[in-house]
């Protein structure tokens, strides 16, 4: 059978719909991320995911993370991460050429590989987070040093991450201190490093990164881990011009507890920031880790009004970044705040409808921005004219 063929997504909605109506009470029944509020009767929120489900041919697992289960929410008002992820993959491969025809472009390749994403950067004068060494098929490549723990013994600090990776997944840092070798914290020994470098890239190439020193600010929330903000920003007309760059929103993600990592997913914490470059109320967690918090959990530090610095320098140079990758529509950017100002991270094109958490529902800002008809399979967009 045919991957995504007509039999093929049939059989996997007909495996869905038989999992939802056995497992109907748990996914119904979630922990709210809005106790505080009047909340629909279980009938209806049945119905509403039930009705997803038969629609889209998956279960909705951001219903409860958007407060549609609040009494009063209108589930027509939001773009399901369905809908965002068919929009964003289509408008990110298209591009237009001068007799303004849409064509297939793999622009994308510059956020998607992380070590292409910095010389890219760094050839057009951002500032990016320096990249030490690659590792490809277990071999260091493009770096001074000869092995790893020339490499380490030379800077006393790597960040590892895949080139591909996403999600924080096999990343971690490796630390020289007094002569010791430690993992993510942990003492370790030099041996056991390499047997896990050598473990991740037999899936992954390697990119060796130097250590990022965050502003003081920043690492306040949770020094263990560097604490970034993501900007996402839409370049809808494909303009080479910084001013024509839409800002979607943007959100300041930080570590929790023992991790090494800002990712949600591995127990951190996202909070919306507003216009003035402010936190918001809020942070929330992965629904595996939590809810939502007015304070970060360790530290107590309250995220109401919190400034952030460099804030609008970061906008600034993510619109003039877009504005050079003008063939992607929409960029997810990793931006580190330090000391001296802005570091780009990376630039991804795999980000989804957070800021509908933090910021209610903007599906009519997503129609006017990702707008996608798939009538006839026909993409609909406006592009830049001079």
Not at 23 to 33: L, P
Not at 165 to 171: A, D, F, M, T, Y
Not at 247 to 265: H, Q
């Amino acid at each position: 059978m045919k991957k995504n063929g007509f039999l093929w997504r049939l059989n996997r909605k007909k495996t869905l719909v038989l999992y939802f109506l056995r497992n109907y009470k748990r996914i119904v029944g979630e922990k709210s991320f809005y106790p505080e509020k009047e909340h629909k009767p279980k009938s209806q929120i049945f119905r509403e995911l039930f009705s997803h489900l038969l629609k889209y041919g998956e279960i909705d697992y951001t219903y409860f993370v958007l407060g549609l289960d609040v009494k009063g929410a209108n589930y027509s008002d939001y773009l399901s991460f369905h809908q965002f992820m068919v929009r964003r993959d289509r408008l990110n491969m298209v591009r237009r050429d001068a007799q303004n025809n849409a064509e297939p472009s793999n622009y994308a390749c510059l956020l998607r590989d992380k070590a292409l994403f910095s010389v890219v950067a760094d050839s057009w004068g951002f500032p990016v987070v320096k990249d030490l060494a690659k590792m490809v098929n277990n071999e260091l490549v493009e770096s001074e040093y000869h092995s790893l723990e020339e490499l380490l013994h030379a800077h006393h600090y790597l960040f590892i991450k895949p080139v591909d990776g996403q999600k924080g997944e096999n990343v971690f840092c490796v630390e020289l201190v007094d002569g010791e070798v430690y993992v993510d914290g942990v003492h370790s020994t030099m041996s056991d490093v390499e047997s896990l470098v050598k473990e991740v890239s037999k899936s992954h190439d390697l990119l060796f990164q130097m250590k990022i020193v965050q502003h003081p600010d920043i690492a306040a929330f949770h020094k263990e881990s560097v604490n970034t903000l993501r900007v996402v920003t839409i370049n809808h007309l494909h303009s080479p011009k910084p001013e024509d760059v839409i800002l979607v929103g943007a959100e300041l993600r930080v570590g929790c507890g023992e991790n090494r990592t800002d990712n949600v997913s591995a127990g951190g914490v996202k909070i919306g920031v507003r216009a003035d470059g402010t936190l918001a109320e809020y942070g929330f967690f992965d629904k595996e880790h939590g809810t939502k918090t007015a304070a970060h959990p360790d530290t107590g530090i309250t995220f109401e009004g919190y400034p952030l610095p460099y804030y609008d320098e970061a906008i600034r140079l993510c619109k003039e970044f877009h504005s050079k990758l003008k063939s992607v529509h929409l960029i997810g950017w990793d931006i580190a705040l330090t000391a001296e100002g802005p570091l780009f991270v990376e630039g991804n094109e795999s980000c989804g409808t957070d800021f509908q958490v933090m910021f209610g529902p903007m599906k009519e800002f997503y129609d006017k921005y990702l707008p996608y008809s798939n009538e006839g399979d026909k993409y609909i967009l406006r592009t830049y004219t001079m």
